[in-house]
């Protein structure tokens, strides 16, 4: 992909950008179903949606960095942590 040598660093730096964009676009990343959404919902009017196409962006890049990690043995934490009392 792009070279990433500092896996915990760099996601750490995007995860932050994806809650930030987020919030500003009330995406609730603990729901599964609005981050698939909008992954697979892509609308023609996003290009005037700023945020919204970046948390787009960003999320296939996070995709892409995880499967990266796995391929070469890590595990890459989760994007939203699970709240306390529940298991993983």
Known sequence: MSGFEHYDRELRDLDNEIHRYAALCGVNLANRHEVDACLRNHHAGWA???ARESL???LILRIKLEAEMIALGFSPP???RPAAGQST
Do not use: A, N, Y
Request: hydrophobic share 35%.
């Open 48 to 50: 005037d949606d700023k």
């Open 56 to 58: 787009h962006g960003l």
């Open 78 to 80: 989760p994007l939203v």
